[in-house]
């Protein structure tokens, strides 16, 4: 599918160049604006991003394969990033990790059939005091067990 | 006890209450004093890194040269991905306006006239509030352009985010520095050092967020004042996280020196069910862990640390109780560091490959006795043979806690047993704290 930013966003990045002696740096923030756009990085979008950079595309695809915050195929409407980490796993963790593969029936890396939830097992999120925690998203949800994992995940069900 | 990096003061990441309490005054009181005097008093304050190596901020801002045309950087290490640690997010939320102070004097320090804040990616929700704090402090004339006449001055600095998004790694310097440049976040040999060749082959310095929060109240209340405070050779405050198996996890500001027994059972309200310690790690997971029995008078900072075997790191302390599983548990930070590692060195690379998978065996119950020699012997071929210090950071975890715990992995190696690890889930909920509450 064809890629192009829209304006708007050509705003935004021309915003974000301001920022760096050069335009190259700027490929971090600028992949973040197309995958926002484009809810996933797709090769056009990749191709895109290296123009609009003057970068060459293998040099855009080396830095989206490098970051695991990059997707380079579609996830769900609420992507659900479950901390496995040792102080999370300490209060549960993977209590809550099983408890969600099992509701939702997909595994790491998983898409559920209407599209709405994806789930990926992540690394530390800087939750360990609030542990254990799901990133629904942009947003943390902390200090769980699985009655709340319940509700999250029924009234993010709900909203649609 | 005075807090100087999380104060106790109602809304003080709001600029004005900041300004109220005396905020950016410190800058002010910078700004008329020559750059080699701030970097003599943060020198004789004794303020060392709070970003897992304590060195000397003072020293390290000396290094920068004096004499180039070219420009200068400051960056500011916000990613924290080190497991256990969640202290740098506090400041990003609860005192952010210090942050951008301290960063104001340490670039007039090194003559930088561009800062980046890094911040790591998952931090969506940080980021948006440090920005805020910039804005704001960019509207009211401390940033940028508008400071010569805020302060009257002819330094000015502007401060940029430069978001993460994912990778551990880009927490370690030079890696960061090439996340920042565009490219992959793969870390550089050194030398040259970043003050020598860093961002873009400038001199380049690169501090802590906890580090650089701690400068103002040095300049305002004089670096006698800080290095009275904790133990001497490594004043000041320290935030420390304590996660695991506490009672009242949460990040807790405390004079360095404070002992681990104290932080442990009267700040983080002990551990539940009063069951005994079976491990601590001190400070986030790639520092060597301490056995139950082996934290009697240990202070934390990071002289005493040394001395007691492992390292003050980020301050993040992971306690286990007795009926954890450590195979697992060590199994799981083997499988953080094979992940994380960018793949440039085959040493780490592959060995962290093979201890994830030696682990992974033993905690099946398929493993034997020669495991554990191996687990050393790999991890002794990662340490001192890699090109970043994520080689070190894969390999301590591994040869220490085997070598501590060698009973307790004798005892597990052949035997598959089920020990409860990830029980906690409802037994704790009720005292868990809420994030706002954390500071206090
Ligand atoms: C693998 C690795 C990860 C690191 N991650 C961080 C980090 O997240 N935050 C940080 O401040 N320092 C981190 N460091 C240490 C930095 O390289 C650097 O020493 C530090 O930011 C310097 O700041 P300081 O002197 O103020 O402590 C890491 C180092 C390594 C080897
Ligand atoms: S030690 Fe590991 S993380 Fe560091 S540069 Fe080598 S391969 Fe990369
Ligand atoms: S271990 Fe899960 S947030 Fe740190």
Known sequence: MEFKFTEENLKKIEEVLKKYPEKKPAVMPVLYIA????????????????????????????????????????????????????????????????????KLKIENGGLTEDNLFSLE???????????PMIAVNEDFYENLDLEKVDQILESLKQKN | MEKIVLPDIKDFHLIDVYVNNGGYSAAKKAFGQTPDDIIDQVKKSGLRGRGGAAFSAGLKWSFMPKTTDKPKYLCINGDESEPGSFKDRQIFEFNPHQLIEGILIAAYAIHAKITYVYIRGE?????????????????????????KD??????????????????????????????IEGKRGYPRVKPPFPAQNGLWGCPTTINNVETITNVPPIINKGWEWFSKIGEPKHPGTLLFGVSGHVNKPGVYELPSGVLLTDLIYNIAGGVPGNKKILCVIPGGSSMPPLRGDQLEGVKMDAESLKAAGSSIGTGGVMVMDED?????????????????????????????????????????????????DLLISIASNIEGNTICALGEAAAWPVRFTVTRFRDYFEARVGKSVELPVANKVHSMRHTAIPLAEIKN
């Open chain 1, 121 to 131: 097992e992540v690394e530390c999120m800087g939750s360990c005091g609030t542990a």
């Open chain 2, 150 to 179: 805020t302060f009257g001055t002819d330094f000015s600095v502007n401060i940029y985010v430069h978001k993460g998004a994912g990778a551990y790694i880009c927490g370690e310097e030079s890696s960061l520095m090439n996340s």
């Open chain 2, 123 to 147: 931090y969506h929700k940080w980021v948006k509030l440090f920005q805020k704090a910039l804005d704001d402090a960019y509207a009211a004339g401390y940033v940028g352009d508008k400071m």
């Open chain 2, 324 to 372: 954890t599983d450590l195979v697992k548990v060590l199994a799981r930070i083997s499988k953080f560091y094979h992940h994380e590692s960018c793949g440039q060195c085959t040493p780490c690379r592959e060995g962290t490959g093979w201890l994830q998978k030696t682990l992974d065996r033993i905690a099946r119950g398929e493993g034997s006795t020669k495991d554990l």
């Open chain 1, 35 to 102: 995958q926002e756009q484009n809810g996933f990085i797709s090769g056009e979008a990749m191709a895109e991003v290296a123009s609009v950079l003057e970068m060459t595309k293998e040099d855009v695809l080396g830095v989206v394969t490098f970051y695991t915050m990059f997707h380079q195929k579609p996830v769900g409407k609420y992507h659900l990033q479950v901390c496995t980490n040792v102080s999370c796993m300490l209060r549960g963790g993977y209590r809550i990790y099983d408890y969600v593969r099992e």
